[in-house]
């Protein structure tokens, strides 16, 4: 069975500090997709970022950077010079194919990440 | 564009009371859909999906049903709510490839 696991329950930090959420997960599909949502405060689950699992290559889009790597399992996310904002609750997750079509997405419990000033 | 839609936004139920949540999508056809649900503190689980009008895989034993009457309605219902039923509801939908659009949430409190 797939898994995502996010060991960072809650992240403090001050405003301006960089901060690094860990994603690690596991699969026994050669093909896969995974993925960040934010949730802010109001619920609703803001897409960042989706990567496939041929794609090693790592991104920064604004202050957001990724990095995935294949052979430790792990796809952490970087926000750089956080601002309060960013407070939110930040779940990484990972899609397997089900029957009939579709995918399922087998998410982490998430990281809160609170920004001070 | 595609947009989805979920309503209620909040709601508050008795034990033994039923339940019909309901989530519409625009502006695509033979989409993808899906119900989650997230406990206080915790992450999304998926509870049903469907690929197709009539069509419907669950996930999880529960309380809980759902029904998929036309290609982009997806309603998630229950005869009896338990407390255990609270949480927030999230509908998504997809049409090709993974990753989904999430609807904005039904938070259910159960008392």
């Known amino acids: 069975a797939q898994k995502v696991t996010q060991a960072q329950t809650e992240i403090s930090v001050v405003e301006k500090e960089d901060v690094t959420l860990d994603c690690v997960y596991e699969t026994r599909d050669t093909t896969y997709y995974l993925f960040w949502y934010k949730q802010p405060p109001s619920g609703e689950l803001v897409f960042l970022i989706r990567?496939?699992?041929?794609?090693?290559q790592n991104e920064i889009s604004g202050r957001y950077s990724w990095n995935f790597q294949k052979s430790t399992s792990s796809f952490n996310f970087t926000i750089t010079a956080s601002q309060v904002v960013d407070s939110a609750v930040y779940f990484c997750a990972l899609s397997e194919s089900v029957t009939g079509g579709g995918n399922k997405l087998t998410f982490g419990t998430g990281t809160q990440l609170k920004v001070e000033l | 564009s595609q947009t989805i839609h979920q309503w209620p936004a909040t709601l508050v139920q008795p034990v033994g009371s039923p339940l019909s949540l309901e989530c519409t999508v625009e502006?695509?056809?033979?989409?993808?859909l899906y119900w989650y649900r997230q406990a206080a503190g915790r992450g999304l689980q998926l509870l049903f999906y469907s690929v197709g009008i009539g069509q419907i895989s669950s996930e999880v034993p529960q309380n809980l049903s759902a029904s998929r009457p036309q290609d982009r309605q997806f309603i998630l219902s229950s005869k009896k709510l338990l407390l255990s039923d609270s949480g927030f509801y999230l509908c998504a939908w997809s049409v090709r490839g993974p990753g989904y659009t999430f609807g904005s949430g039904t938070r259910l409190t159960v008392v």
């Open positions: 502006g695509t056809s033979n989409p993808n």
């Open positions: 990567r496939n699992s041929f794609d090693e």
